[in-house]
Structure formats: structure tokens, C-alpha cells
């Protein structure tokens, strides 16, 4: 279908009260789609008769030229979304400012209904480490006014990257308050580790979940959709950019690469992936192709300047199953798996390349799972991939990485610790901070903080925790404020910080601040 911007009906208000008037929609599409070009499949100019950014918006990936924004077209996001089954142009707009009148640049993308009527638009052209507002339009609609942040570029000598950490934001388990204080936060941007839905039943908690147990991408699609729409995770999106990895719970409870949970590998999981896969990247700023059926491919380098160098892994898809039928503490025969493996060969090599070519005087691995020893083993751990996990630490110790630092969520518990190798903890090889859950609560923090308390070098460990970490990184030290609010259970409730440590630039460990 053509696009025939002369027969868009558009309202001259938004319900938002963004005045878009029809001259100017037809000046931004018009030399947007002039600036694109032909043959770019574009949508239909449709009106959409309901609200259709129920969803929010959001930006991520930042480099210090471009910046992904996201918005996905959901007039009814429970049921499925509401948008008929036709592709829709949507004009995005970017802008210095937030009434968004300096600088303003706008272009088109096409919202398809094979992408549940996402978009992620790759907007170049930027300035590096500068905040930037963007919206975007369907006819008789306009979003809400986003904000984001570019990268430092590097080799600009930049000083200070503030950040959080965050994971595991269990819907049912509690409101999301630390997202409500983490918009109060003065950050450049957020972090997200993983389980960032839950895929299981309504469930017995604070809210329910919006349907039993998810399998098929509409039923993903529809609880991506609950979590988003709730207040505090749509305003942390909006005023933050996002950096995101996956756990286990945006497919199923402790898969391991096609393994549900113990191997054959079954055509109901791989179909059941390539469903989750397909919910994640529809509803997350990312900056990485859509995905092939089961597979998507997420890792990914992000570069803050010279001062950061993070690295985005994937510890599900690629690992192998875990040892010992995955029972917590139950040491087997033939543990561990000599062709163990958390990250997989291909990602593993790219990680070892990415630390040898080296570029922030920080080098930062964004990942899930709790990395320095402790007692157990939990075998959905590292713990669980010894091999796997001294491979990286014999690359550290030969190569001279510097300045490791480890970014950990999953289990439901503030931690702060050094990395070592083994028990006897001859050698801190980085810091590992663990940021708590959003809402996620643990279900025995007495036996997390006794098995990970019990070592000195994990200087911190609180089970009883749900907020996030506060990172505020510098030339020198690396200060980690670990961030709880003091309940979930009701919303409104307050902040604390429970403890702050510091990684000091040249000096391997952590120590309190
Ligand atoms: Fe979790
Ligand atoms: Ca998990």
C-alpha cells in the first residue's frame, strides 16, 4: 500500500496536549519518507481509532552518534495489542530540547505486524554525550515526549558515567516503588540484567499476572504488555536510556540454551523460544537484528567513552545444560562437564577479542548471574560452569585485563563482592556488584546469606533486599550504592541506601566506601 500522507485525519490535539498540527505532520513525513527514499515497504496512513502508545516509550543502546527509539503500537496492549494486520507508518521526531522546537529532525519507520507493530528507529547524527527529547506520531496520535543521552565519544577524555543496575522485576511479587526513585536519580542511563517479565501463572502475590503460564508469542506479547504498562517502569524508560540482557524468565525458569529443563530437546521449547525471543526484542530498545526463529542474537560491545567499555552478555541461549539436574548443593558424579560452557564459543571468543583490543580504562560485563564463588553450588550459576568461568579469569590474568567489574542480578539479593578464583581466594581478579530485584522477592534469604555471606570477599549479601544499584563511575574509583526500598508489598514506600563499596582504578576488589 502507498502512503497517502494528503488523506491522514489528524486531530490538532493530542490527548496529551502536544499541539502536531496537520501542516507540520505533513511537512515531517513528507521529507522524511523524501529522505529515505523508495522502496522501503512503506506502511499505511490508517487512522487508529484508541490510543495506541499505551506501551510508552523508550530509547537504548546509545552510541556517541545514534540512539535507538522504541514505541510499539498497542491501542488494546492486553488483548493482543489492537492494531489491525497491516504495517503503519509512524513519523519519529528528535529534538534538543523537550518542547521539542531546537533542532528538531524527524523521519518515518514502519511499524509491521510481523514486529507487533514495533518500531526501533536508529537515529544517527548525533553529538556525543548530550541529552536528546523524541516523540513520535501516528494520524491523530502523539506519544509522549522521551528523553535520552548519547555516549561520550571516545577519546574525549570523559570523566563520570552514573548509572543503575537493575533485574528481576517480578509483577506479582510487588510494585515497582524502585523504579519510582530511580527516575529521581541523576543517571545517564539504566541497566537492566535480566527478568524483566515472568512468564509463570497468575500467581498468589501483591497483583496478579494477566493469564496462566506463557507459551505462544501473543500470550508473551500480552504480558510484556502488563509489566510495561505499569507507571514507574513507563517513566524510567521514558527519561532513561536502557541497556538490556536477559535471565531465564522472559522464556522459562532456568532453561539452558534449547534445553527446557533437562535434555531432549523438545520442537514445543524451541517453538516456545523463538515466541519469547520474538516478545523480547519487540517490546526492549535494542540494537541488534530481529530475530531467526529460536535465535537472537543479543550480545553486544557499548562504549562510554574511553572511561567504560561494557560488555552485554548472554548467559541462556548459548550454555549448556546444567550439571547435576540443576540440584542446588547436590555434587554428581562427572561435575563438572568438561564442554561446559556459559556463553558459548562463538560469544566467548568475541568477549576474549573484545578485552584484548581493550578502549575504557573500566571494563564492565553486563550479565546475569552470580559470578565469584560461593557455597552451593547452584548450578544455574557460574558456580555451575567452573571451566567456563576460569577460562575468563586465566584471559584476565594473562592478557592483564584491568578493572574488571562484573554487573549481576538474578538472585533476588544485594551483593557486593570480589572476584576470585576459587575458595582459597589467593587473588581478586575485579568487583562483582549484585543489584537486588525491582520487586522479585527471595524465597530463602537466610540460606543466601549465610552460603554467600559466609566468604570475606563477598563483602555484602542481603536476601531480604529488592531497589536497585546506583553506580557513579570515575577516572579513579568506581563507587556502587546499593539502593532498597523498604517494602514492595504496599507501593509509595521509601528508599535507603543500604551499603556503598568502591573498586579503586589499578586495585583488583572491592572495599566499603
Ligand atoms: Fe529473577
Ligand atoms: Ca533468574
Same mark, same amino acid.
Given at each position: 500500500m502507498r502512503p497517502r500522507f494528503s488523506d491522514l485525519a489528524i486531530s490538532p490535539r493530542s490527548p496529551l496536549g502536544v499541539e502536531l498540527t496537520r501542516r507540520r505532520f505533513l511537512q515531517a513525513s513528507l521529507t522524511a519518507a523524501a529522505g529515505l527514499g523508495t522502496g522501503l515497504g512503506l506502511g499505511c496512513d490508517l487512522s487508529i481509532p484508541e490510543y495506541p502508545f499505551t506501551l510508552g516509550v523508550a530509547s537504548g543502546d546509545p552510541l556517541s552518534d545514534r540512539v535507538i527509539l522504541w514505541t510499539r503500537l498497542a491501542p488494546d496492549p492486553l488483548n493482543g495489542?489492537?492494531?489491525?494486520d497491516t504495517p503503519v507508518t509512524v513519523i519519529w521526531e528528535i529534538a534538543d530540547d523537550e518542547a521539542m522546537s531546537q533542532g528538531l529532525r524527524s523521519g518515518v519507520a514502519v511499524a509491521h505486524p510481523s514486529l507487533g507493530h514495533s518500531v526501533h528507529v536508529d537515529v544517527p547524527g548525533l553529538l556525543p554525550e548530550r541529552w536528546y527529547h523524541y516523540r513520535f506520531h501516528v494520524p491523530g496520535w502523539t506519544s509522549p515526549v522521551g528523553r535520552t543521552k548519547t555516549a561520550a565519544a571516545v577519546g574525549s577524555n570523559n570523566q563520570r558515567l552514573r548509572f543503575a543496575t537493575a533485574s528481576c522485576q517480578s509483577y506479582t511479587s510487588g510494585f515497582y516503588t524502585a523504579y519510582h526513585h530511580m527516575a529521581q536519580e541523576d543517571l545517564d542511563l539504566v541497566v537492566h540484567l535480566g527478568d524483566y517479565i515472568y512468564e509463570g501463572g497468575v500467581g498468589s502475590g501483591v497483583r496478579p499476572h494477566n493469564s496462566g503460564t506463557v507459551f505462544t508469542l501473543p500470550e508473551y506479547r500480552n504480558r510484556y504488555a502488563l509489566y510495561k504498562t505499569d507507571p514507574n517502569l513507563m517513566e524510567a524508560h521514558r527519561i532513561f536510556p536502557f541497556v538490556t540482557t536477559w535471565d531465564d524468565h522472559e522464556v522459562r525458569n532456568n532453561y539452558a540454551g534449547l534445553v527446557a &529443563?533437562?535434555?531432549? /530437546? !523438545?520442537q514445543d521449547f524451541i517453538d516456545r523460544r523463538a515466541a519469547a525471543y520474538a516478545a523480547y526484542y519487540e517490546h526492549l530498545p535494542l540494537r541488534v537484528l530481529p530475530p531467526k526463529g529460536p535465535d537472537l542474537e543479543i550480545f553486544r560491545r557499548l562504549d562510554f567513552g574511553d572511561l567504560l567499555s561494557m560488555f %552485554?552478555?548472554? &548467559?541462556?541461549?548459548?550454555r549448556t545444560n546444567q550439571d547435576c *539436574?540443576? *540440584? /542446588? =548443593?547436590q555434587l554428581c558424579a =562427572?561435575?563438572? *562437564?568438561?564442554?561446559? !560452557?556459559?556463553?558459548?564459543d562463538v560469544q566467548e571468543a568475541w568477549l576474549f577479542d573484545g578485552l584484548d583490543a581493550g578502549g575504557g580504562l573500566w571494563n564492565t560485563l553486563a550479565q546475569s548471574v552470580w559470578f565469584t564463588p560461593v557455597l552451593g553450588p547452584n548450578f544455574d550459576q557460574w558456580d555451575g560452569y567452573p571451566l567456563a568461568r576460569d577460562r575468563i579469569l586465566d584471559f584476565v590474568e594473562s592478557r592483564g585485563v584491568e578493572n574488571l567489574v562484573v554487573l549481576t542480578g538474578d538472585i533476588h539479593a544485594s551483593g557486593a563482592a570480589s572476584i576470585v578464583r576459587d575458595f582459597n581466594a589467593e587473588k581478586f581478579f575485579g568487583a562483582e556488584f549484585v543489584a537486588p530485584g525491582i520487586s522479585s522477592v527471595n524465597g530463602s534469604p537466610d540460606l543466601i546469606n549465610g552460603a554467600f555471606g559466609f566468604f570475606s570477599y563477598v563483602e555484602y549479601v542481603n536476601g531480604r533486599s529488592q531497589g536497585y544499584v546506583r553506580h557513579d563511575v570515575g577516572r579513579t574509583e568506581w563507587r556502587a550504592d546499593l539502593r532498597r526500598v523498604? &517494602? %514492595?508489598? !504496599?507501593?509509595g514506600a521509601d528508599i535507603e541506601t543500604e551499603a556503598s563499596f568502591v573498586a579503586d582504578v589499578g586495585v583488583p576488589g572491592i572495599r566499603p566506601a
Open positions: 495489542g489492537g492494531m489491525p &529443563t533437562e535434555p531432549p /530437546i !523438545t %552485554v552478555l548472554d &548467559t541462556r541461549q548459548y *539436574n540443576d *540440584n /542446588i =548443593g =562427572g561435575f563438572p *562437564n568438561p564442554d561446559g !560452557t556459559m556463553l558459548g523498604l &517494602t %514492595v508489598r !504496599t507501593p
